[in-house]
């Protein structure tokens, strides 16, 4: 546990399916293309399902999202080369599942694994989901978006919102009122989560946090993850507002609160 990780450098990759079969109408090459939320992949049936993604070169990897899956449990691997039948990595090792989550806030299943204090530097990782019940009774296995798998671009802030933290999904439907003809008309929300934080005080030696947020901008894709221990606490989305920090005093800034937000 430790501070909020922001994270906004993607690794890309030519995914495949090592272990079962993709639904041909929504295959895993989907997967590759991060900047769209709305794609994803699902397997034929919920029965041993992996899916390799190659680097091209051996890579560092230092955190792996996998966003509204309908699993509840997986592992990594990872290897040299495309064959598997003595891996050089697992995650857990030697053996053992990483249990995924439902988010209580927004009923999804997520989890951020973080590898920083890992050593991978393979070409090839692989996702292995074992042949279990689906979470939401499909006879397959769903990945809602993108696998994103996270480089050297994780920045953990050096300093907790000291005014306030807010991780807060909105109401799904939203009334309207009522049309000329009495009808009543709602509306559905395709806001999926957003977080606000405010710091009254950031020590100035922290200061390049702040700018490196200012740097990657808005409306580019980003993880949030809350990193207080819940590993389903991730939103994949993008700042919402500028930082503008403020010196209030020599050694310390104040900012306005920075808003993140993720979409449908």
């Not at 606000?196 to 700018?211: I, N």
């Not at 740097?215 to 894709?221: I, K, M, R, S, T």
Request: proline share 4%; hydrophobic share 40%.
């Amino acid at each position: 546990m430790g501070k909020v990780i922001f994270g906004f450098d993607f690794l890309d990759y030519a995914p495949s399916v090592s272990v079962g079969a993709a639904n041909a109408a929504y295959p895993v090459t989907q997967l590759a293309n991060y900047k769209s939320r709305t794609q994803h992949c699902e397997s034929q049936a919920a029965t041993d399902f992996a899916v390799v993604f190659d680097f091209g070169a051996a890579k560092e990897v230092k955190g792996v999202v996998l966003v509204d899956v309908n699993f509840a449990s997986c592992y990594l691997e990872g290897n040299s080369s495309n064959a598997w039948g003595a891996p050089a990595w697992r995650n857990p090792s030697p053996a053992g599942n990483i249990a995924i989550v439902q988010d209580i806030v927004t009923r999804r299943r997520s989890i951020f694994i973080d590898l920083r204090q890992d050593t991978f530097n393979y070409q090839f990782l692989r996702v292995f989901v074992p042949g279990q019940a689906t979470t939401d009774g499909a006879g397959h296995f769903r990945w809602s978006t993108a696998v994103f798998l996270l480089s050297s671009g994780i920045l953990e802030m050096s300093e907790w919102p000291d005014l306030g933290y807010l991780y807060d999904a909105p109401k799904r439907y939203s009334r309207k009122g009522y049309t000329t003809g009495g009808s009543e008309s709602c509306e559905l929300s395709d806001q999926i989560g957003s977080v606000e934080m405010k710091w009254g005080r950031f020590d100035k030696s922290s200061e390049a946090d702040l700018w490196t947020l200012n740097d990657v901008g808005q409306a580019v894709p980003m993880i949030f993850y809350e990193n207080l221990g819940n590993t389903s606490r991730v939103l994949c989305g993008e700042i919402a507002s500028d930082l503008k920090p403020a010196l209030i005093q020599p050694a310390y800034l104040s900012t306005a609160t920075v808003r993140f937000e993720e979409y449908a």
